[in-house]
């Protein structure tokens, strides 16, 4: 098969990353709008919704593959020829996300004040924490729901129209938390309410589109064992790779838990910034888990090769690109978010270790995208638990021996920006560097 010619990929790779970058921009945009408002309300509540966002990101993260599992899934029968069983799978994986999100809604809005205790924050945090998770829970669904139809979008190669509900979202999830917090003086629970409600207002955007398609393309809107099987079966892996990640995300919330509510809205802050750059920083893998996925699919594995090595050089690239400004801003993120020169002080050297290494997680997301993208799933599960293994005592030793203050966090950045980041590189880079992972068919 005739691969396409540079100037052709570099436009394929653009049409699909710009957008996405956008979209995935819009996402943590939430958590910046939350954090900023909810800032200005005093640390208490800014170090509560550290906690209830780590615990959030954990169960939402786990999910995440309904939207890793239905991009490859849906571009390998995009590119074999075959739209509208694509949709079909693509259906099945919004249903497989309504019936997860539902039991998780259930569950975690009675167990919510329990796992909050288990960080064993001051009781003015913890309060604030579960006031704004036990809110959150009802909004799961919703959110699992936006995960499976952009995964289904970005399968038949439009990141267009994600781009277009993710910034509607933002702006009324803005529009509410201001209305709900200062407006009604609801306070953190209020910034949790609105966005719930911005949440389940993109899912019904999502459904007048996803509707649309099925129609042009005569697809099922039942769901189907074939796609719901396929579904569970690589999300499996993908269930058990992100277990992985959330582990190291929630034990570095603990460390900075023990340093105290400073340093813990401190890391909060961070982490947020983090999300941010990830997310921009992931466009590069979006676009490269649409074409890998779609290229197998066609049997075309040299334009596989191709957008491996095009989109690694241009994420090694971009992430220089932000960690330049990240470390420019980083006197002046605290004040953004609190408007307290303590904590800006504070978290300064924590923001110029994240800077430093994003060249390096550029890399790391660009490769996830990749073998995401070949359906590699289980390498993945294997690797993110190989992952931890230098990874935990490095952040044992950060919490026995930095203490608190600047250079105590700016340890916990290390030990997070750096050993974890750096191990998750080598284990991907060894695996892209040979075909294994390369199997073409629909």
């Known amino acids: 098969m005739t691969t396409s010619p540079p100037e052709t990929l570099n436009r394929s790779i653009l049409r699909l990353a710009v957008p996405a970058l956008g979209a995935l921009i819009a996402e943590p945009l939430f958590l910046i709008v939350d954090a900023a408002m909810i800032g200005h309300l005093g640390v208490a509540p800014l170090a509560g919704l550290g906690i209830a966002g780590a615990v959030l990101h ?13 991009t490859p899934a849906v571009a390998r029968r995009f590119g074999a020829g075959e739209p509208g069983r694509a949709v079909s799978v693509g259906i099945d994986g919004m249903w497989l996300a309504l019936a997860l999100g539902a039991v998780l809604a259930a569950v975690g809005s009675i167990l919510s004040p329990l796992v909050v205790d288990v960080f064993g924050a001051a009781p003015d ?5 579960r006031t704004y998770l036990t809110i959150s829970m009802w909004g799961l669904p919703a959110m ?6 952009t995964g289904l979008l970005r399968g038949m190669q439009n990141t267009v129209t994600p781009l277009w509900i993710a910034g509607l979202g933002f702006g009324a999830n803005a529009a509410l938390n201001a209305l709900f917090i200062y407006g009604f003086g609801w306070g953190i629970a209020g910034s ?14 999502y459904v007048l589109v996803v509707r649309r398609l099925a129609r042009l393309h005569a697809a099922s809107v039942r769901p189907q064992r074939e796609g719901l099987g396929g579904t569970v079966r690589s999300g499996g892996w993908l269930f058990l790779r992100t277990v992985s990640l959330r582990a190291a995300f929630l034990a570095t919330v603990t460390v900075a838990t023990g340093l105290g509510s400073a340093e813990l809205a401190g890391w909060q802050i961070a982490f947020t910034i983090f999300s941010t750059a990830a997310f921009a920083l992931d466009a590069l893998a979006i676009a490269a888990q649409a074409l890998i996925g779609r290229a197998l699919g066609a049997g075309d594995i040299d334009t596989v090769g191709r957008v491996l090595a095009r989109t690694s050089a241009w994420g090694v690239w971009f992430g220089v690109a932000v960690g330049g400004v990240v470390a420019a801003s980083s ?3 605290g004040l953004v978010f609190t408007g307290d020169a303590e904590i800006a002080a504070l978290i300064q050297p924590a923001l110029l270790v994240l800077a430093v290494a994003q060249p390096l997680a550029a890399f790391v997301f660009v490769l ?9 799933a289980r390498y993945l599960a294997l690797a993110g638990v190989l992952n931890l293994v230098p990874y935990v005592p490095a952040l044992v030793l950060v919490g026995m021996f930095a203490g608190g203050g600047a250079a105590g966090l700016a340890w916990v950045a290390a030990a997070f920006f750096g050993v974890y980041m750096l191990a998750r590189a080598l284990t991907l880079g060894l695996r892209v560097r040979g075909k294994a992972w390369m199997t073409a068919g629909g």
């Open 368 to 376: 996830d995208g990749v073998l995401i993208g070949a359906g590699d």
């Open 331 to 333: 006197a002046v993120i």
């Open 125 to 129: 945090v913890a309060e604030n924490a």
């Open 144 to 149: 699992l729901i936006v995960f499976a139809a």
């Open 192 to 205: 949790a309410v609105g966005t719930v409600a911005a949440q389940w207002g993109m899912v019904g955007a």
């Open 58 to 70: 954990t169960i939402v993260g786990l999910m995440v593959f309904l939207a890793y599992a239905t």
